[in-house]
Nanobody, 123 residues
Framework: QVQLQESGPGLVKPSQTLSLTCTVS??????????WSWIRQPPGKGLEWMGA???????YYSPSLKSRTSISRDTSKNQFTLQLSSVTPEDTAVYYC???????????????WGQGTQVTVSS
């Protein structure tokens, strides 16, 4: 059974770059037909898909975040990472990583999810 675990700083200052890592166990991030996503949920709001990296290494981004988002992977460590630049307090959210058979995932009933990690943007 695949397991995902997010890690990274819980507090980021405005204008800095937020960096999170998702460590995967019980399955390879290069397994055919799977997509590895980052999703966030701001306080009081719904889930927002941010982007994904495919088993092939191809990347896909939400149009609204594309200019600030980068997703990469380290296959030797079975990890994939999120970088979100120029953060503001509006980027405060619980950040999740997930695996699914589709590029875009917006419901926890689909795929496998990590527990999530709180990131607060504040000076």
């Amino acid at each position: 059974q695949v397991q995902l675990q997010e890690s990274g700083p819980g507090l980021v200052k405005p204008s800095q770059t937020l960096s999170l890592t998702c460590t995967v166990s019980g399955g390879s991030i290069t397994t055919n037909s799977y997509y590895w996503s980052w999703i966030r949920q701001p306080p009081g709001k719904g889930l927002e898909w941010m982007g994904a990296i495919a088993y092939s290494g191809n990347t896909y981004y939400s149009p609204s975040l594309k200019s600030r988002t980068s997703i990469s992977r380290d296959t030797s460590k079975n990890q994939f990472t999120l970088q979100l630049s120029s953060v503001t307090p509006e980027d405060t959210a619980v950040y999740y990583c997930a695996r699914a058979r589709q590029v875009v995932i917006t419901t926890t009933s689909s795929g496998s999810w990590g527990q999530g990690t709180q990131v607060t943007v504040s000076s």
